[in-house]
C-alpha cells in the first residue's frame, strides 16, 4: 500500500473479498499519493504488515491468483475534455514515476498556470544506471505510445515545447525518435552524454535547459516538468484503454544472468518467482532491486515487487571492503554532480552538527552513489548522507516543539 512517494494508501478490500484485474484495492485522501490497483483476479487471503526496503513497515493486501485474470467491470476508457479532467484520470490510473523515484504523477500534473508557469516538458529517457534496459525497450518498442503520452501532457496543460533528452549510447532509440518526431517542431530529441548521474532530475534540467533547481525548490520554479519516457508511455495507453498502472518492464540482468532481458510483471509479483524464472550460472549473494548504484538491497525473497522496481540484478561474488582513514583526496567532491563536499558531510554527520549540515547543503544530495564509488578510502559516504538528512530533518521537528 505504499508504492510512492507520499502518504501510503489504506485498503479497500478485506480478507475474503474477490477482486478482479484493475480493481482499486487501496486510496487514500491524501494529495500526495496515489491508489493502488488488483494486478490479477482472486480472493484476498491476508492483509498484513511486511518491511519494505527501507526497513520501515509497510501495510500489504495478499492476492491469491485464480488464474482467470477477470477484468474488473470499472475499467473504462476516461473521459477527458479540460485540464481537470486529464489531471483526475491520471490519478486514478495509479501512475507515478516509473523510473524509481515513485513521484505521484497527477501532482506534478496539477500544477497553477498562473503561479508556476511551466513552458518545458522535460522527458527522461537517459537510463544512466549501468545494467538497466527497460526504458531503452520501452523507447524502441513502444515509440508511439511514449510520443502519444508526450502530446497529450503539453495538450492538456498547455505547454508549448518538449525535449527529449537520450544517452548517446542509445542509437537506435535516438534514431526513431528523431523520425518520428520530425513533423513536430515542438518536440526536440537532444543526444546527451553516457554519464551517470545524467538521468537526475536536476541534473538533467541542467543539462537541457541551464536552468539550476536551487535547495527547496522544484523543476516547476524554473518552469519545467520533468517525466520518465515509461510513464508517458503508461499515461497514453491509460488514456487510450482505462487500464490501471498493474504492470510494468523490469530487467533482470547480474554478472551471474545468462541471458540478460526485460519482462512485463504484475505489480505485487513475489521476488523470488522473477529469480527463478532467470537463467543464472550460480545463485545469487545480493540482489538489487534497481540500479547498482541507487538501487537497494533485497534482504527477502518474498519481497514484493511493486510499481518502482526497474531491474532486478543479480551478482555473485560482491566484493567486500574495508575501511581506512581519509587522505583527502578530493575525489568524492570532484564526483558530486550537484557540487557538494561528501568528506565534510561525512564529518559534520560524525559530530552530529546540524547547522554544519545545513549550510554545507545535505539535503540537495540525490544519493547517486558517486561519492562512495570513487572513494579510494571505501567511506560509505552516500549513505552517510541519508543518515544526515534524517538526523537534520528529526533536529528541526525537535526544534519545532
Not at 224 to 234: D, K, R
Not at 247 to 259: E, L
Request: charged share 25%; with cysteine; hydrophobic share 40%.
Amino acid at each position: 500500500m505504499a508504492q510512492h512517494i507520499g502518504a501510503p494508501c489504506e485498503p479497500l478490500v478485506k480478507v475474503g473479498d474477490y477482486v478482479k484485474v484493475g480493481e482499486k484495492i487501496g486510496d487514500t485522501d491524501a494529495f500526495m499519493s496515489a491508489p493502488i490497483h488488483a494486478s490479477v483476479s482472486g480472493t484476498v487471503k491476508e492483509i498484513k504488515d511486511v518491511v519494505a526496503l527501507n526497513g520501515r513497515l509497510c501495510k500489504t493486501v495478499v492476492i491469491e491468483s485464480d488464474n482467470r485474470m477477470q477484468l474488473s467491470p470499472d475499467i473504462k476508457q476516461p473521459v477527458v475534455n479540460s485540464r481537470e479532467d486529464f489531471v483526475k484520470a491520471v490519478r486514478e490510473s495509479g501512475a507515478v514515476g516509473l523510473g524509481g523515484a515513485g513521484f505521484p504523477t497527477h501532482v506534478k500534473l496539477a500544477f497553477d498556470p498562473d503561479k508556476t508557469p511551466i513552458d518545458t516538458l522535460l522527458v527522461n529517457a537517459a537510463e544512466c544506471e549501468p545494467y538497466i534496459t527497460s526504458d531503452y525497450r520501452e523507447l524502441l518498442e513502444n515509440t508511439d505510445s511514449v510520443l502519444g503520452g508526450i502530446k497529450l501532457i503539453m495538450k492538456n496543460l498547455e505547454i508549448p515545447r518538449c525535449i527529449i533528452g537520450v544517452e548517446a549510447d542509445k542509437p537506435e532509440a535516438i534514431e526513431k525518435l528523431r523520425k518520428l518526431t520530425a513533423p513536430t517542431p515542438a518536440i526536440k530529441v537532444v543526444t546527451l552524454r553516457s554519464r551517470f548521474p545524467q538521468g537526475a532530475e536536476k541534473v538533467l534540467i541542467r543539462t537541457l535547459t541551464g536552468r539550476t533547481v536551487r535547495e527547496g525548490k522544484l523543476p516547476a520554479d524554473v518552469g519545467c516538468m520533468v517525466m520518465n519516457v515509461s510513464t508517458c508511455g503508461f499515461i497514453h495507453s491509460y488514456i487510450r484503454t482505462g487500464m490501471p498502472l498493474i504492470k510494468r518492464r523490469i530487467t533482470v540482468d547480474g554478472n551471474i544472468v545468462n541471458a540478460p532481458a526485460n519482462f512485463f510483471v504484475a505489480v505485487g509479483t513475489l521476488l523470488h518467482d522473477v529469480v527463478g524464472y532467470a537463467s543464472m550460472r550460480k545463485q545469487p549473494d545480493k540482489i538489487i532491486l534497481g540500479g547498482p548504484m541507487m538501487g537497494n538491497c533485497a534482504f527477502d525473497p518474498d519481497t514484493p515487487l511493486g510499481k518502482t522496481t526497474n531491474a532486478v540484478l543479480l551478482f555473485n561474488g560482491a566484493p567486500e571492503y574495508k575501511e581506512s582513514p581519509c587522505i583527502r583526496c578530493g575525489r568524492c567532491i570532484r564526483a558530486c554532480a550537484v557540487n557538494l563536499a561528501p568528506t565534510e558531510l561525512e564529518h559534520a554527520y560524525d559530530r552530529r552538527d546540524a547547522e554544519a549540515l545545513r549550510k554545507l547543503k545535505v539535503n540537495l544530495c540525490m544519493n547517486c552513489g558517486s561519492c562512495s564509488y570513487v572513494c579510494p578510502a571505501k567511506h560509505s559516504l552516500a549513505e552517510k548522507n541519508q543518515l544526515a538528512k534524517d538526523f537534520l530533518r528529526s533536529s528541526d521537528t525537535n526544534k519545532g516543539k
